[in-house]
T-cell receptor, first 118, second 112 residues
């Protein structure tokens, strides 16, 4: 149980285009989802906290107009990288909390999406 | 900003040896968690230790927490080649949304 999927796993796009990444909790309800970015050989940096039915909370330095987050249901959150540039190339990982489980403090991570902007 | 600092940055050991990784953090926490990441993959949750706990075991893993020193250690006993991965500590300060702040990570290589 507690499986989180991401789609796509890899995406290559041209500079200036927008890319949408989906994060789904497959067997539990996730009122809160998190989006992280990881550059090569570095740690995960939290970008934003996504709450179902409300606006996302962005970390300092993360442009909310560039990284659009929508958490429309209890099982789906999307991250759209708008007008992508090569410096946005990174590994994007989502995670979700299952508030109904005893392990509600645990976040379950998706497999990540490798974005390459040419 | 990164809260956790981990050392060593990289560790190379022989199969069967023990591996110890350390993590330090700066603020008060609700709990501290350890994760493993294989190259280019997602994270796997290993163990969670709460602020009122001092030690926790899970299989070959042993985690300690010293809140007075704001530090934690992860011990992997009898390491295997399959343990080769990056290991991250992450702190949960119990703030809104229970967001995690990750340390820089330790790259562990277990040679067979």
């Amino acid at each position: 149980g507690a499986v989180v999927s991401q789609h796509p796993s890899r995406v290559i796009c041209k500079s200036g285009t927008s890319v949408k990444i989906e994060c789904r909790s497959l067997d539990f309800q996730a009122t809160t989802m998190f989006w992280y970015r990881q550059f090569p050989k570095q740690s995960l940096m939290l970008m934003a906290t996504s709450n179902e039915g409300s606006k996302a909370t962005y970390e300092q330095g993360v442009e909310k107009d560039k990284f659009l987050i929508n958490h429309a249901s209890l099982t789906l959150s999307t991250l759209t990288v708008t007008s992508a540039h090569p410096e946005d190339s990174s590994f994007y990982i989502c995670s979700a909390r299952d508030i109904l489980r005893d392990t509600k403090d645990t976040q379950y991570f998706g497999p990540g999406t490798r974005l390459t902007v040419l | 900003s990164q809260q956790g600092e981990e050392d060593p940055q990289a560790l190379s050991i022989q199969e069967g040896e023990n591996a110890t990784m350390n993590c330090s953090y700066k603020t008060s926490i609700n709990n501290l968690q350890w994760y493993r990441q294989n190259s280019g993959r997602g994270l796997v949750h290993l163990i969670l230790i709460r602020s009122n706990e001092r030690e926790k075991h899970s299989g070959r893993l042993r985690v300690t927490l010293d809140t007075s020193k704001k530090s934690s250690s992860l011990l992997i006993t009898a390491s295997r080649a399959a343990d080769t991965a990056s290991y991250f500590c992450a702190t949960d300060a119990g703030e809104y949304g229970n967001k995690l702040v990750f340390g820089a990570g330790t790259i562990l290589r277990v040679k067979s």
